[in-house]
């Protein structure tokens, strides 16, 4: 069973920073794409930040960019969200996602952390 548990997150005034981590674990053969996605209160879930399976590939929504950084380091199948300049508008429950494949001829399957709640006071 794979699992992603996300920590964190937490109360932080405006220009503050926190790093959020995504930590894999259960019967994993390779994880391929991760992802770090948000949902604010009466608004969709949308996506921050994504990582590809070597790490030399990010792409940040226009909200993130400059202030956002995502990394990951496979060996500890983790991957982290650098969050920097926070602002009242970051608030809301992030979400980590990792295309995962629990063996070597499996497809890769989606799976989501529980989520960790970032408020940014303003």
């Known amino acids: 069973q794979v699992q992603l548990v996300e920590s964190g997150g937490g109360l932080v005034q405006a220009g503050g920073s926190l790093r959020l981590s995504c930590a894999a674990s259960g019967s994993i053969f390779s994880i391929n794409t991760m992802r770090w996605y948000r949902q604010a209160p009466g608004k969709q879930r949308e996506l921050v930040a994504s990582?590809?399976?070597?790490?030399?590939?990010?792409i940040y929504a226009d909200s993130a960019k400059g202030r956002f950084t995502i990394s990951r380091d496979n060996t500890k199948k983790t991957s982290w969200l650098q969050m920097n300049s926070l602002k009242p508008e970051d608030t809301a429950n992030y979400y980590c996602y990792a295309s995962i494949m629990t063996m070597k001829s499996a497809p890769s399957l989606n799976y989501w952390g529980q989520g960790t709640q970032v408020t940014v006071s303003s």
């Open positions: 990582i590809s399976s070597g790490g030399s590939s990010t």
